[in-house]
Nanobody, 116 residues
Framework: QLVESGGGLVQPGGSLRLSCVASGFTFSNYAMSWHRQAPGKERELVADITGTGGRTKYAGSVKGRFTISRDNAKNTVYLQMNSLKPEDTAVYYC???????????WGQGTQVTVSS
């Protein structure tokens, strides 16, 4: 199970930190990623991180503004979002992907709205 939190309404230029807490599986065996889906658009990958946290990747639209990290002791992955723009408005989902089997889990999503 994955449970996201931390979404909300923020003004352009502001910051939010999303959290995703995992339970029911061995967290460190899973790469974690954040995805988002805006109204009328397809879901897109925002950032991902390997099981050890040693490697990260970002979509071009968020590089330099967002940071993904994880704390395997807390079974939690984070997405720090800075310099938010209206186009970042979306429902944000976390996803777990097993490093060997590719089995996946999805969270229920958390709404992020960037507006003045």
């Amino acid at each position: 199970q994955l449970v996201e939190s931390g979404g909300g309404l923020v003004q352009p230029g502001g910051s939010l930190r999303l959290s995703c807490v995992a339970s029911g599986f061995t967290f460190s065996n899973y790469a974690m990623s954040w995805h988002r889906q805006a109204p009328g658009k397809e879901r897109e990958l925002v950032a991902d991180i390997t099981g050890t946290g040693g490697r990260t990747k970002y979509a071009g639209s968020v590089k330099g503004r967002f940071t993904i990290s994880r704390d395997n002791a807390k079974n939690t992955v984070y997405l720090q979002m800075n310099s938010l723009k209206p186009e970042d408005t979306a429902v944000y989902y976390c996803k777990a992907t097993h490093r060997m089997t590719a089995a996946t889990y999805w969270g229920q999503g958390t709404q992020v709205t960037v507006s003045s």
